[in-house]
């Protein structure tokens, strides 16, 4: 699968940003689609994951409530949207995929799209 991630941006504390991605190369059926983030000098954290066939979805600790994550299987696109966001949401988010559900280990994510810029100024 080859994941290509836009919409990242510099944005202010409390403000929005949607983030999508754009999947091809392959059917998704089975797959669980998801975000991680990366802050410098920072370990790489989970963000969200989705299954691409039933749309359930699971969060990472710090974004329940305030990140939301969809898929639109006609477009073969997944979106993140961002609300009240705050300087510590700063990262490079990238947009992956695999198979297991429920993981939040990226080693169990076997695509990994290019990573886009999200910068939360205080």
């Known amino acids: 699968v080859q994941l290509q991630a836009s919409g990242g941006g510099l944005v202010q504390a409390g403000g929005s940003l949607r983030l999508a991605c754009a999947a091809s190369g392959r059917t998704l059926s089975g797959y669980t689609m998801g975000w991680f983030r990366q802050a410098p000098g920072k370990e790489r954290e989970f963000v969200a994951g989705?299954?691409?066939?039933?749309?359930?979805?699971y969060y990472g600790d710090s974004m329940k409530g305030r990140f939301t994550i969809s898929r639109d299987n006609a477009k073969n696109t997944v979106s993140l949207q961002m609300n009240s966001l705050k300087p510590e949401d700063t990262a490079v988010y990238y947009c992956?995929?695999?198979?297991?559900?429920?993981?939040?280990?990226?080693?169990?994510?076997?695509?990994w799209g290019q990573g886009t810029q999200v910068t939360v100024s205080s």
């Open positions: 989705i299954s691409w066939n039933y749309g359930n979805t």
């Open positions: 992956v995929a695999g198979v297991p559900w429920g993981t939040r280990n990226q080693a169990n994510f076997e695509s």
